[in-house]
């Protein structure tokens, strides 16, 4: 009884389209056989075996990546454009010499194009609501303030002035982000310690009960 054999492989077929840029796994797919039958007849060949970086290589010259770049496009621009990494844009311009940009030199090109974003305020692309975050304690923007400054900070300054200097603003209820007015008291930095504090305590302690002695007052008339 004759022993039954596959498929017989087209070697000359894979190994022209492996020239022609097809990895081995794709013609695997479009013969029919297992990538390692097809590696095993293209390394017999003459076939000039490509590395694995070479392998997933997309054909783009790279002349042609030089001259997108020298026109003014960025790296990002170039790889969103061509579908590619731009760390592989970077490698690329290595391999034709091509003196890549400074930041401040490409932003100088994108402006000259258009391209180079300058929206501020609620039009810029990282717009947060004028608000970020910085372990707890919120910052926001203050027009003619270029940075964010800590809200409790202008929330304080606002009611009672500026801060003097070495002077900090204390959250007593220890909650970071609860910014009102009644909840802040300022305090010079060298004392801001747990046993040295107590007035501001002791003063919204007395706030606290004043009101729940009204509230209590104006329930018992409603009885």
Request: proline share 3%; with cysteine; hydrophobic share 30%.
């Amino acid at each position: 009884m004759s022993k039954k054999t596959g498929k017989k492989v087209d070697v000359e077929k894979a190994v022209q389209l492996y020239k022609d840029g097809m990895s081995i796994n794709e013609i695997g797919r479009v013969l029919g056989h297992h990538h390692s039958v097809i590696k095993y007849h293209i390394i017999r060949s003459d076939a000039v075996i490509r590395t694995q970086g070479e392998a997933q290589r997309k054909p783009i010259e790279s002349s042609t990546i030089a001259k997108m770049y020298e026109s003014g496009m960025s790296a990002v621009e170039i790889a969103k454009e061509l579908g590619i990494t731009y760390q592989c844009v970077y490698d690329r311009l290595a391999e034709t010499g091509v003196k890549t940009r400074s930041r401040r030199e490409q932003i100088a090109k994108m402006i000259e194009r258009g391209t180079y974003n300058v929206a501020k305020g609620e039009a810029h692309k990282n717009w947060r609501g004028g608000k970020t975050n910085w372990n707890g304690y919120i910052g926001i923007k203050i027009e003619g303030k270029r940075k964010y400054v800590p809200e409790h900070r202008h929330v304080w300054e606002q009611h009672h002035g500026p801060l003097p200097k070495d002077w900090i603003v204390h959250h007593l209820n220890g909650i970071k982000d609860d910014n009102r007015i009644e909840n802040l008291a300022a305090m010079p930095r060298k004392v801001h310690s747990p046993k040295s504090i107590t007035e501001p305590f002791k003063q919204r302690i007395r706030e606290l009960e004043k009101l729940l002695y009204d509230l209590d007052k104006r329930l018992k008339k409603r009885a």
